[in-house]
């Protein structure tokens, strides 16, 4: 893919290399880590602390009964995607006690993974809304888990109540070739709506 010319937000990481920011975010136990870890170049930075009996009426854990840690600030890690693109990669907490954190980690944001889990489609939503009101664009993801219901793409388009030019991407969080294909949707994403940005009216 050629990024030449890709001259949204972002500094240079070297001769000829652009760095991007690009957030991954999703509701409580969506696979945000799990996606950092599985593609990241370097060895991550994770914030994970061990779920405890004392936030057992705060953290939501209906469909996620197995979690036993949780992200309590963000991830971090880095991907170069071809010679010419660095990715930096924040994984935004997902409970909403940690939710006032979210604004300073999408300053500076090129875009954004929405992360969804079919089997809990609302704990996606508060994710959205917060891409749709800081504009910053976004692909979804449907991580697959092992008893994730399908539903046609149309269907979760309603459910979601997104716009119809926004990609919706099956993927496996804990893949990496999965987890830079649904970066790489992204990059085509934000290349798309740039060139019709830049379409004379």
Known sequence: MDFKGFDRPGSAAGDG??????????????????????????????????????????DHLIGVADKTQTTVSLDFGKIGINDELVLYLFGTPGQERFWFLWNGLFKGALGAVVLVDTRRLASSFRAIEEMERQEVPFVIALNVFPDSPRFPVDEIRDALDIAPDIPVVACDARDRSSSRDVLVALIRHLKDRSAVALEPR
């Open 17 to 58: 290399v652009r760095s991007v920011k690009v957030m991954i975010a999703g509701g409580f136990g969506t696979g945000k880590t799990t996606m950092v870890r599985s593609v990241s170049d370097i060895k991550p930075l994770t914030t994970e602390e061990t779920l405890t009996e004392a936030s057992a009426d705060v």
